[in-house]
């Protein structure tokens, strides 16, 4: 059994980003692991530094305290020994609020100079996308996205790390509703697979 920490940022509770994440928690369950989540958009997740985070960062100052939601973030990671990142690809990266995640949670003294975090035994990064895997690779998007997150933000953080795009949804946009459904069933089967 393993514990699975969810970071998962999308704001509508109908997106297909929400089934996604919905179907890789009912995979979770299905192989008796544990879980938390952190909804950021549920939680009002404030994703911008203040002034004293700003300064705390800048000034590489780790003995200065972290705001009680940042905390608490710590305290997920470190019981979990996978995180799974869950979001929509919006303008070739991540909702703005999870980036500032990562901004604010990634602090110094914790995830950096020095890091004292657990490393995780694996990070997952999945994600929903408008364009197909072929279309992103083929702009060069695919290769930016999953470099910025496997390496500038998980990078030494977790012993393995995993970036997985569930592409092509702007079908569902289409008259070829048939399609949508075949595309929808296999996304969602891959991300309940993927939480075995």
């Not at 305290?65 to 905390?71: F, I, Q």
């Not at 977790?158 to 592409?167: D, K, M, W, Y």
């Amino acid at each position: 059994m393993t514990n699975v920490h969810v970071v998962y940022a999308h704001p509508s509770a109908h997106s297909f980003t929400r089934e996604v994440r919905d179907a890789f928690l009912g995979g979770l369950a299905d192989t008796g692991h544990t879980w938390t989540v952190s909804d950021l958009y549920a939680m009002a997740f404030r994703p911008e530094l203040t002034l004293d985070e700003y300064e705390r960062e800048g000034g590489r100052d780790a003995t200065a305290p972290v705001g009680d939601d940042v905390a608490a973030e710590h305290a997920k990671l470190d019981a979990a020994e996978v995180w799974a990142f869950v979001y929509p690809v919006w303008w070739a990266d991540c909702p703005a609020l999870l980036k500032g995640w990562f901004d604010r949670v990634w602090t110094v003294g914790y995830a950096y100079k020095p890091a004292r975090l657990r490393p995780a035994r694996k990070a997952l990064m999945l994600c929903t996308a408008g364009y197909t895997v072929a279309e992103l690779e083929s702009s060069g998007c695919y290769q930016a996205m999953r470099t910025t997150m496997l390496t500038d933000r998980i990078g030494e953080r977790a012993r393995s790390s995993e970036f997985v795009v569930l592409g092509g949804t702007t079908v569902r946009d289409s008259d070829d509703q048939e399609s949508w459904a075949a595309l929808r069933a296999t996304h969602l089967r891959r991300a309940a697979d993927l939480a075995r």
